[in-house]
Protein backbone atom coordinates (compact mmCIF):
# COMPACT_ATOMS: atom_id res chain seq x y z
CA UNK A 1 0.00 0.00 0.00
CA UNK A 2 1.01 3.56 -0.78
CA UNK A 3 0.39 5.98 1.90
CA UNK A 4 -1.14 9.71 0.87
CA UNK A 5 -2.59 12.01 2.63
CA UNK A 6 -5.62 14.75 2.30
CA UNK A 7 -4.26 18.16 1.11
CA UNK A 8 -6.72 20.98 0.38
CA UNK A 9 -4.33 23.15 -1.46
CA UNK A 10 -2.81 26.16 -0.56
CA UNK A 11 -5.79 27.55 1.71
CA UNK A 12 -5.97 24.09 3.71
CA UNK A 13 -4.44 25.39 7.28
CA UNK A 14 -2.09 21.91 7.18
CA UNK A 15 0.89 22.97 5.51
CA UNK A 16 2.08 20.65 2.52
CA UNK A 17 5.93 20.48 4.09
CA UNK A 18 4.12 19.16 7.54
CA UNK A 19 2.47 16.36 5.35
CA UNK A 20 5.99 15.64 3.72
CA UNK A 21 7.28 15.19 7.69
CA UNK A 22 5.12 12.36 8.73
CA UNK A 23 7.11 9.25 8.23
CA UNK A 24 6.34 6.69 5.44
CA UNK A 25 4.19 9.74 3.35
CA UNK A 26 4.19 9.23 -0.08
CA UNK A 27 1.41 10.77 -2.18
CA UNK A 28 -1.59 13.60 -1.65
CA UNK A 29 -4.83 13.62 -2.68
CA UNK A 30 -6.14 16.68 -3.74
CA UNK A 31 -8.38 18.26 -5.79
CA UNK A 32 -9.52 21.69 -8.13
CA UNK A 33 -11.83 23.86 -6.08
CA UNK A 34 -12.31 26.94 -8.11
CA UNK A 35 -13.62 25.15 -11.13
CA UNK A 36 -17.88 25.05 -11.19
CA UNK A 37 -19.56 21.96 -11.41
CA UNK A 38 -19.97 20.53 -14.20
CA UNK A 39 -16.99 22.20 -15.90
CA UNK A 40 -14.09 21.03 -17.43
CA UNK A 41 -10.57 20.64 -15.26
CA UNK A 42 -8.55 22.70 -17.07
CA UNK A 43 -4.75 20.72 -17.75
CA UNK A 44 -2.76 23.73 -16.53
CA UNK A 45 -4.33 23.56 -12.99
CA UNK A 46 -3.87 20.17 -12.71
CA UNK A 47 0.02 20.60 -13.59
CA UNK A 48 0.17 24.09 -11.20
CA UNK A 49 -1.41 21.60 -8.23
CA UNK A 50 1.02 18.59 -9.45
CA UNK A 51 4.00 20.56 -9.45
CA UNK A 52 3.64 22.61 -6.46
CA UNK A 53 2.63 18.75 -4.77
CA UNK A 54 6.19 17.64 -6.21
CA UNK A 55 7.94 20.10 -5.23
CA UNK A 56 7.61 19.02 -1.50
CA UNK A 57 8.75 15.97 -2.25
CA UNK A 58 4.85 13.91 -2.48
CA UNK A 59 3.16 12.32 -5.67
CA UNK A 60 0.00 13.92 -6.76
CA UNK A 61 -1.75 9.61 -6.16
CA UNK A 62 -5.37 10.52 -6.79
CA UNK A 63 -7.84 13.59 -7.26
CA UNK A 64 -10.53 13.46 -4.91
CA UNK A 65 -13.03 14.26 -6.27
CA UNK A 66 -14.52 15.51 -9.45
CA UNK A 67 -18.27 16.11 -8.97
CA UNK A 68 -20.94 14.64 -10.44
CA UNK A 69 -23.33 17.55 -10.99
CA UNK A 70 -26.62 16.90 -9.99
CA UNK A 71 -28.05 16.60 -13.02
CA UNK A 72 -26.39 13.65 -14.66
CA UNK A 73 -27.44 11.96 -11.10
CA UNK A 74 -30.86 13.39 -12.22
CA UNK A 75 -30.65 12.12 -15.59
CA UNK A 76 -31.82 15.41 -16.97
CA UNK A 77 -31.51 16.08 -20.34
CA UNK A 78 -28.43 18.22 -20.40
CA UNK A 79 -26.01 15.16 -18.66
CA UNK A 80 -24.70 14.35 -21.98
CA UNK A 81 -22.74 17.55 -22.14
CA UNK A 82 -22.02 17.50 -18.69
CA UNK A 83 -20.68 13.96 -19.10
CA UNK A 84 -18.64 15.14 -22.21
CA UNK A 85 -17.10 17.50 -19.86
CA UNK A 86 -16.52 14.92 -17.12
CA UNK A 87 -14.87 12.74 -19.52
CA UNK A 88 -12.60 15.88 -20.66
CA UNK A 89 -11.39 16.36 -17.20
CA UNK A 90 -10.62 12.80 -17.06
CA UNK A 91 -8.68 12.67 -20.07
CA UNK A 92 -6.35 15.94 -18.85
CA UNK A 93 -6.52 13.88 -15.51
CA UNK A 94 -4.61 10.94 -17.52
CA UNK A 95 -2.82 13.40 -19.14
CA UNK A 96 -1.36 15.37 -16.38
CA UNK A 97 -0.31 11.70 -15.12
CA UNK A 98 -2.32 11.40 -12.00
CA UNK A 99 -3.71 7.61 -11.83
CA UNK A 100 -6.67 7.06 -9.05
CA UNK A 101 -9.98 9.38 -9.50
CA UNK A 102 -12.11 9.34 -6.74
CA UNK A 103 -16.10 10.33 -7.02
CA UNK A 104 -19.12 9.77 -5.18
CA UNK A 105 -22.89 9.19 -6.60
CA UNK A 106 -24.64 10.27 -3.32
CA UNK A 107 -27.92 12.88 -4.38
CA UNK A 108 -27.45 16.11 -3.11
CA UNK A 109 -25.11 15.37 0.35
CA UNK A 110 -22.55 13.26 0.22
CA UNK A 111 -21.34 12.52 3.75
CA UNK A 112 -23.73 13.81 6.60
CA UNK A 113 -23.09 13.80 10.29
CA UNK A 114 -25.59 15.36 12.94
CA UNK A 115 -22.35 16.57 15.01
CA UNK A 116 -18.97 17.93 13.84
CA UNK A 117 -17.66 18.00 17.00
CA UNK A 118 -18.54 15.43 19.52
CA UNK A 119 -16.98 15.48 22.95
CA UNK A 120 -14.86 12.44 22.83
CA UNK A 121 -14.42 12.52 26.33
CA UNK A 122 -10.49 13.33 26.58
CA UNK A 123 -10.98 17.22 25.81
CA UNK A 124 -10.63 16.35 22.13
CA UNK A 125 -13.58 15.92 19.44
CA UNK A 126 -14.79 13.95 16.62
CA UNK A 127 -17.63 13.97 14.13
CA UNK A 128 -20.94 11.65 15.18
CA UNK A 129 -24.00 10.54 13.51
CA UNK A 130 -26.84 10.29 15.34
CA UNK A 131 -30.10 8.71 12.84
CA UNK A 132 -33.21 9.80 14.92
CA UNK A 133 -31.95 13.41 15.81
CA UNK A 134 -31.01 13.96 11.77
CA UNK A 135 -34.55 12.45 11.07
CA UNK A 136 -36.18 15.16 13.60
CA UNK A 137 -34.05 17.70 10.74
CA UNK A 138 -36.86 19.24 8.60
CA UNK A 139 -34.61 20.07 5.85
CA UNK A 140 -37.18 22.09 3.50
CA UNK A 141 -37.37 24.72 6.76
CA UNK A 142 -34.43 24.17 8.77
CA UNK A 143 -31.45 23.58 6.11
CA UNK A 144 -28.93 26.39 7.36
CA UNK A 145 -29.01 24.22 10.60
CA UNK A 146 -27.48 21.22 9.08
CA UNK A 147 -23.68 20.83 9.99
CA UNK A 148 -21.25 21.16 7.18
CA UNK A 149 -23.78 22.09 4.72
CA UNK A 150 -25.07 25.42 5.12
CA UNK A 151 -23.23 27.42 2.34
CA UNK A 152 -23.65 24.61 0.15
CA UNK A 153 -27.51 25.99 -1.64
CA UNK A 154 -30.13 28.46 -0.73
CA UNK A 155 -32.65 27.14 1.19
CA UNK A 156 -34.85 27.26 -2.06
CA UNK A 157 -32.19 25.81 -4.55
CA UNK A 158 -32.56 22.72 -1.81
CA UNK A 159 -36.34 22.54 -1.70
CA UNK A 160 -36.56 22.61 -5.84
CA UNK A 161 -33.70 19.72 -5.62
CA UNK A 162 -35.90 18.22 -3.22
CA UNK A 163 -38.87 18.01 -5.12
CA UNK A 164 -36.96 17.03 -8.59
CA UNK A 165 -35.61 13.78 -6.51
CA UNK A 166 -39.04 12.35 -5.87
CA UNK A 167 -39.12 10.89 -9.09
CA UNK A 168 -35.53 8.90 -8.53
CA UNK A 169 -35.94 5.80 -7.06
CA UNK A 170 -33.06 3.81 -6.09
CA UNK A 171 -33.61 1.85 -9.26
CA UNK A 172 -33.86 5.11 -11.49
CA UNK A 173 -30.29 6.04 -9.65
CA UNK A 174 -28.59 3.17 -10.77
CA UNK A 175 -30.21 3.31 -14.03
CA UNK A 176 -28.20 7.21 -14.51
CA UNK A 177 -25.02 5.81 -12.95
CA UNK A 178 -24.73 3.12 -15.48
CA UNK A 179 -25.67 5.48 -18.31
CA UNK A 180 -22.61 7.61 -16.80
CA UNK A 181 -20.22 4.74 -16.26
CA UNK A 182 -21.06 3.41 -19.57
CA UNK A 183 -19.31 6.69 -21.38
CA UNK A 184 -16.73 8.08 -18.47
CA UNK A 185 -15.33 4.32 -18.08
CA UNK A 186 -13.80 3.40 -21.74
CA UNK A 187 -12.88 7.22 -21.51
CA UNK A 188 -10.80 6.48 -18.29
CA UNK A 189 -9.37 3.28 -19.32
CA UNK A 190 -8.06 5.11 -22.45
CA UNK A 191 -6.20 7.64 -20.44
CA UNK A 192 -4.76 5.50 -17.79
CA UNK A 193 -6.96 6.66 -15.41
CA UNK A 194 -8.73 4.09 -12.62
CA UNK A 195 -11.94 5.77 -11.30
CA UNK A 196 -13.12 4.62 -7.82
CA UNK A 197 -16.49 5.28 -6.28
CA UNK A 198 -17.02 6.43 -2.74
CA UNK A 199 -19.63 4.35 -0.67
CA UNK A 200 -22.44 6.54 0.29
CA UNK A 201 -21.80 8.10 3.77
CA UNK A 202 -23.75 6.71 5.47
CA UNK A 203 -24.66 3.47 4.02
CA UNK A 204 -28.16 4.04 3.55
CA UNK A 205 -30.95 6.87 2.56
CA UNK A 206 -31.44 10.36 4.90
CA UNK A 207 -34.02 12.69 4.29
CA UNK A 208 -35.89 10.49 2.08
CA UNK A 209 -33.32 10.87 -0.56
CA UNK A 210 -32.01 7.13 -2.77
CA UNK A 211 -28.94 6.00 -1.91
CA UNK A 212 -26.76 3.44 -3.53
CA UNK A 213 -23.55 2.37 -2.47
CA UNK A 214 -24.42 0.99 0.60
CA UNK A 215 -23.24 -2.42 1.06
CA UNK A 216 -21.10 -5.50 -0.28
CA UNK A 217 -24.13 -6.27 -2.82
CA UNK A 218 -24.30 -2.97 -4.51
CA UNK A 219 -20.71 -2.86 -4.75
CA UNK A 220 -20.73 -5.91 -6.85
CA UNK A 221 -23.41 -4.76 -8.36
CA UNK A 222 -21.42 -1.53 -9.42
CA UNK A 223 -18.87 -3.08 -10.86
CA UNK A 224 -20.74 -5.06 -12.69
CA UNK A 225 -22.28 -2.00 -14.81
CA UNK A 226 -19.04 -1.89 -16.99
CA UNK A 227 -16.58 -4.46 -16.98
CA UNK A 228 -13.33 -3.17 -16.63
CA UNK A 229 -10.30 -2.15 -14.08
CA UNK A 230 -10.83 1.77 -14.53
CA UNK A 231 -14.22 0.73 -12.95
CA UNK A 232 -13.52 0.13 -9.19
CA UNK A 233 -14.06 1.54 -5.87
CA UNK A 234 -12.78 3.40 -2.89
CA UNK A 235 -13.45 1.22 -0.31
CA UNK A 236 -13.89 3.58 2.21
CA UNK A 237 -13.84 1.25 6.11
CA UNK A 238 -15.34 4.41 8.08
CA UNK A 239 -18.35 4.93 5.46
CA UNK A 240 -19.16 0.95 5.35
CA UNK A 241 -18.41 -0.04 8.78
CA UNK A 242 -21.46 1.44 10.05
CA UNK A 243 -23.47 -1.09 9.17
CA UNK A 244 -22.85 -4.24 11.02
CA UNK A 245 -23.88 -6.86 8.48
CA UNK A 246 -21.47 -5.55 5.78
CA UNK A 247 -18.72 -8.15 6.33
CA UNK A 248 -15.80 -5.76 5.11
CA UNK A 249 -13.45 -8.38 4.71
CA UNK A 250 -15.15 -10.44 2.37
CA UNK A 251 -16.38 -7.72 0.18
CA UNK A 252 -12.33 -6.81 0.11
CA UNK A 253 -11.55 -10.29 -1.07
CA UNK A 254 -14.29 -10.11 -3.46
CA UNK A 255 -13.18 -6.73 -4.95
CA UNK A 256 -9.18 -7.43 -4.84
CA UNK A 257 -9.84 -11.09 -6.20
CA UNK A 258 -11.14 -8.89 -9.26
CA UNK A 259 -8.75 -6.04 -8.92
CA UNK A 260 -11.15 -3.17 -8.36
CA UNK A 261 -10.25 -1.49 -4.90
CA UNK A 262 -8.51 1.40 -6.59
CA UNK A 263 -8.08 3.27 -3.52
CA UNK A 264 -8.79 2.78 0.46
CA UNK A 265 -10.08 4.95 3.13
CA UNK A 266 -9.05 4.15 7.06
CA UNK A 267 -10.88 5.61 9.55
CA UNK A 268 -12.97 3.87 12.66
CA UNK A 269 -16.04 4.19 13.41
CA UNK A 270 -17.76 2.95 16.92
CA UNK A 271 -21.03 2.15 16.40
CA UNK A 272 -23.33 3.09 19.61
CA UNK A 273 -26.12 1.27 18.78
CA UNK A 274 -29.31 1.84 15.96
CA UNK A 275 -27.82 3.42 12.63
CA UNK A 276 -25.47 5.49 15.12
CA UNK A 277 -21.87 6.00 15.33
CA UNK A 278 -19.18 8.33 16.02
CA UNK A 279 -15.73 8.56 14.39
CA UNK A 280 -13.07 6.78 16.70
CA UNK A 281 -9.34 7.36 17.07
CA UNK A 282 -8.26 4.94 14.41
CA UNK A 283 -6.96 1.93 16.78
CA UNK A 284 -8.63 -1.11 16.90
CA UNK A 285 -9.77 -0.91 20.06
CA UNK A 286 -11.35 2.39 20.02
CA UNK A 287 -13.73 1.72 17.59
CA UNK A 288 -15.59 -1.45 15.85
CA UNK A 289 -13.33 -1.82 13.04
CA UNK A 290 -10.42 -4.57 13.32
CA UNK A 291 -7.74 -2.48 11.40
CA UNK A 292 -5.23 -5.49 11.60
CA UNK A 293 -7.59 -7.71 9.73
CA UNK A 294 -8.30 -5.24 7.38
CA UNK A 295 -5.08 -4.44 6.49
CA UNK A 296 -4.17 -8.34 6.53
CA UNK A 297 -7.38 -8.66 3.75
CA UNK A 298 -5.67 -6.37 1.55
CA UNK A 299 -2.57 -7.10 1.74
CA UNK A 300 -3.55 -10.73 1.15
CA UNK A 301 -5.66 -9.15 -1.71
CA UNK A 302 -2.70 -7.89 -3.48
CA UNK A 303 -3.62 -4.47 -2.91
CA UNK A 304 -0.89 -1.91 -3.76
CA UNK A 305 -2.47 0.70 -4.39
CA UNK A 306 -3.03 4.63 -2.70
CA UNK A 307 -4.43 4.62 0.67
CA UNK A 308 -5.32 7.58 3.20
CA UNK A 309 -6.16 8.39 6.97
CA UNK A 310 -10.06 9.41 6.20
CA UNK A 311 -11.32 11.88 8.87
CA UNK A 312 -9.12 12.25 12.23
CA UNK A 313 -10.15 13.62 15.84
CA UNK A 314 -9.50 17.18 16.61
CA UNK A 315 -6.55 16.64 19.25
CA UNK A 316 -4.03 18.88 21.45
CA UNK A 317 -5.83 22.05 20.63
CA UNK A 318 -6.06 22.11 16.90
CA UNK A 319 -8.58 23.92 15.45
CA UNK A 320 -9.64 23.41 11.36
CA UNK A 321 -11.76 21.71 8.52
CA UNK A 322 -13.29 19.20 10.45
CA UNK A 323 -12.18 15.45 10.38
CA UNK A 324 -9.01 16.81 8.63
CA UNK A 325 -6.67 18.23 11.34
CA UNK A 326 -3.10 17.34 10.64
CA UNK A 327 -2.49 15.18 14.06
CA UNK A 328 -4.48 12.56 14.55
CA UNK A 329 -4.72 11.74 10.54
CA UNK A 330 -0.42 11.40 11.20
CA UNK A 331 -1.33 9.40 14.10
CA UNK A 332 -3.53 6.99 12.13
CA UNK A 333 -1.10 7.04 9.27
CA UNK A 334 1.85 5.85 11.08
CA UNK A 335 -0.33 2.92 12.65
CA UNK A 336 -1.63 1.94 9.74
CA UNK A 337 2.30 2.03 8.08
CA UNK A 338 3.06 0.07 11.26
CA UNK A 339 -0.02 -2.34 10.66
CA UNK A 340 1.09 -2.90 7.03
CA UNK A 341 4.95 -3.76 8.09
CA UNK A 342 3.96 -6.17 10.83
CA UNK A 343 1.55 -8.20 8.08
CA UNK A 344 4.36 -8.01 6.05
CA UNK A 345 7.14 -9.28 7.93
CA UNK A 346 4.59 -12.17 9.10
CA UNK A 347 4.52 -13.68 5.96
CA UNK A 348 8.64 -14.46 5.72
MN1 LIG B 1 -14.02 8.12 2.91
Known amino acids: MKMTFRWYGDSDPVKIEYIKQIPGMKGVVS ?20 AKIESAGLEFSVVESIPVHEDIKLGRPNRDLLIDNYCQSVRNMGEAGIPVLCYN ?27 EELSKFDLTTDFLELPGWASSYTQDQLNSLLEEYKAIDEER ?61 TFCIGSLGPDENHNLIESIKFLGKKDRIN ?26 LDFYEIVKALDDAGFQGPVRPDHGRMIWGETGRPGYGLYDRALGSTYINGLCEAVAKAKK
Do not use: C, Q
Open 31 to 50: AIYDVPAGEVWPLDKLLNLK
Open 105 to 131: FMPVFDWTRSNLARDYGDGSNSLSYDH
Open 173 to 233: LWENLRYFLERVVPVAEESGVRMAIHPDDPPWSIFGLPRIITNSEALRRLISLVDSPSNGV
Open 263 to 288: FVHMRNVKRTGGKSFYESAHLSDEGS
